[in-house]
């Protein structure tokens, strides 16, 4: 019992520490620097991982990752972060995606999916194709059918929701017509990215192809689950809304909400499905109610505590290690990367109707691919679809196009605003 109380003290003081250094980071980005605050919470995270800073015993703080830095050395792969940080990251990226959704105009979010969807297929196809005609031509797969350069593919297909959704915030863009076209094509990639990476990961568990009938199974769940809730959950809003509104407790239209939020985060994992997808429908599901409206603001001071945690940890997922064994093949694959996002977007951008800066600006919001990228990346090296030095070069394609997007639509947006 006394370990544990022990373990809880140094815990509440490792995450103190992070808020601390996360905030400071985040006001010298956001005022010194003059550019978005989550590259300093990423920032700090990429120095506070196992593989920098995060490793070193400070005295009371002690390592903030060191227990699962000693799980990396035995070679089995594990998240390097420390379990109880990581959980209050994840709730951190489900209350982003929650809190985007309410703020998300439907009417207008409907208006524009049809762009959307234009978006995210091209987002998709075109990285997938660049990721697979790299890995032949660097001679790390035999053809486009090996299932290391088709997990590749399905890599940069990756777009970060939670990273864009941020930098459209602070940009106070979220709303915009290129804004809510790169959300609505963001869900759209992230689910269709999932579908991928499920077949991927079948094929190469397998080691075979899977049968039609298997990748029928697969889509249909993921697709059936996300639509049916957010169709659902749409459907019962005004209930939902009429029910919750009566609490007059304090705080309890907050706790219902993000309960409810929890719930469909957790029911979309057992589907499959990530959880802020499951966060960010029922969040659109209730824009607009009076529920809604009522904890749009509060809900803002709930982000403020627990989305720094979500950037700070995904900052902890980069291997600064392997990125300088592996840098040749990864400076490559960025290219491919940057060019295979910010030209597919952008191109599907102008066939969906933008002018040619507003579809630069697309391009560039479906680029950042953070812990998206990681994740995969991490299940690349689980099931063996991954080597070491492709996943090295991942990481480094993940750092250089989550660190270059933001900085990117801020001045693109900035250069708006002072015409």
Same mark, same amino acid.
């Given at each position: ?38 590259? #300093? ?20 703080? #002690? ?127 992230? !689910? ?26 697969? *889509? ?36 219902? &909400? ?8 957790? !029911? ?18 209730? &824009? #607009? ?27 902890? /997922? !980069? ?18 990367? *940057? ?5 597919? &977007? ?27 990228? /990681? ?45």
């Amino acid at each position: 019992m006394e370990h544990t109380f022990e373990h809880i003290a140094i815990l509440l003081i490792q995450i103190a520490f992070i808020f601390v250094i996360a905030k400071i980071a985040g006001e010298l980005c956001d005022r010194v620097i003059k550019i978005p605050s989550v590259l #300093g919470e990423l920032s700090v995270g990429i120095a506070l991982s196992p593989f920098a800073l995060g490793a070193i015993e400070i005295p009371i703080i #002690g390592s903030i990752s060191g227990a699962i830095t000693d799980n990396l050395k035995t070679g089995h792969f594990a998240i390097p972060v420390e379990p109880e940080i990581w959980f209050l990251g994840q709730i951190g990226a489900v209350i982003l995606l929650f809190n985007s959704g309410l703020e998300t105009d439907l009417k207008l979010f409907l208006k524009y999916s049809k762009q959307a969807t234009i978006v995210a297929i091209g987002g998709m196809v075109f990285p997938f194709i660049l990721g697979l005609a790299v890995m032949v031509a660097f001679g790390y797969s035999d053809n486009f059918g090996d299932t290391k350069a088709i997990f590749m593919g399905t890599v940069l297909t990756a777009t970060s929701i939670g990273i864009t959704v941020r930098v459209l915030n602070e940009l106070k863009k979220l709303s915009s017509p290129d804004g809510i076209t790169v959300l609505g094509a963001a869900v759209l990639d992230d !689910v269709l990215g999932i579908l991928l990476l499920t077949i991927v990961v079948g094929m190469t568990s397998s080691e075979k192809n899977l049968a039609l009938i298997d990748i029928s199974i697969i *889509i249909v769940k993921t697709l059936g689950f996300w639509l049916g809730l957010t169709i659902i959950g749409r459907l019962l809003s005004n209930q939902i809304s009429k029910v919750f509104v009566k609490f007059q407790s304090g705080g309890s239209l907050i706790v219902l &909400s993000l309960s409810l939020a929890f719930i469909s985060s957790g !029911v979309a994992e057992f589907f499959g499905i990530a959880m802020i997808i499951g966060a960010f429908s029922i969040g659109i599901a209730l &824009s #607009g109610t009076e529920l809604g409206e009522k904890i749009e603001k509060p809900m803002h001071d709930v982000s403020a505590i627990f989305v720094p945690i979500f950037f700070v940890t995904t900052g902890m /997922l !980069v291997d600064l290690t392997t990125i300088a064994s592996y840098w040749q093949f990864g400076a490559i694959l960025s290219i491919a990367g *940057i060019i295979g996002k910010v030209f597919g &977007s952008g191109a599907a951008g102008i066939l969906a109707g933008f002018k040619p800066k507003e579809s630069l600006k697309i391009g560039f919001g479906m680029l950042p691919r953070g812990e998206v990228a /990681l994740i995969m990346a991490a299940i690349g090296i689980a099931s063996g679809a991954l080597t070491k030095n492709l996943y090295g070069a991942v990481i480094m394609m993940t750092f250089i196009t989550t660190l270059l997007a933001p900085i990117v639509l801020s001045y693109l947006y900035k250069t708006d605003n002072q015409k």
